[in-house]
């Protein structure tokens, strides 16, 4: 049964979304990709200069991104550009998943706000480091 408290979390919430671009509300209602790959070819966690921790699961096969799973404890703009990010590399090279910039997730977005352009570089530096450690580890 819902009361008045409901209703306002509601609003609050349908407000706060509102100023947004529909395709970061879309990756924030529905993220993709979260979770753990068991026995992942590579993974890493690193935590931004706001507090977030990103951690993302690579399965590798040929060099190619054959599934990539992410999970943080972060913000909503950390949990949307991750699932962004993880969309957009499954089933590219390692080198095109290593050459994707923070400033292509933004743009995607419509433009993060100034203080959370940082959620989209933490999930683009943690991508390059799950790849640099499976490079490490394959040879």
């Known amino acids: 049964?819902?009361?008045k408290w409901d209703d306002l979390q509601e609003k609050l919430q349908e407000n706060v979304l509102?100023?947004?671009s529909e395709q970061l509300?879309?990756?924030f209602l529905n993220p993709e990709n979260i979770g753990k790959?068991?026995?992942p070819d590579s993974w890493t966690r690193i935590t931004g200069v706001c507090g977030d921790t990103v951690e993302i699961y690579l399965s590798v096969e040929k060099e190619m991104i054959k599934d990539i799973k992410f999970g943080t404890d972060g913000c909503g703009f950390t949990i949307s550009c991750c699932s962004y990010l993880t969309r957009t590399v499954k089933g590219k090279s390692l080198e095109e998943a290593y050459q994707i910039k923070?400033?292509?997730i933004d743009e995607y977005f419509g433009g993060l706000p100034e203080?959370?352009?940082?959620?989209a570089k933490l999930a683009v530096i943690t991508l390059r480091a799950a790849?640099?450690?499976y490079r490490n580890l394959t040879f």
């Open 1 to 3: 049964m819902k009361d």
């Open 18 to 20: 509102e100023e947004y």
């Open 25 to 27: 509300k879309k990756e």
């Open 37 to 39: 790959i068991e026995s």
């Open 102 to 104: 923070p400033e292509e």
């Open 115 to 119: 203080e959370n352009k940082h959620c």
């Open 131 to 133: 790849i640099e450690k």
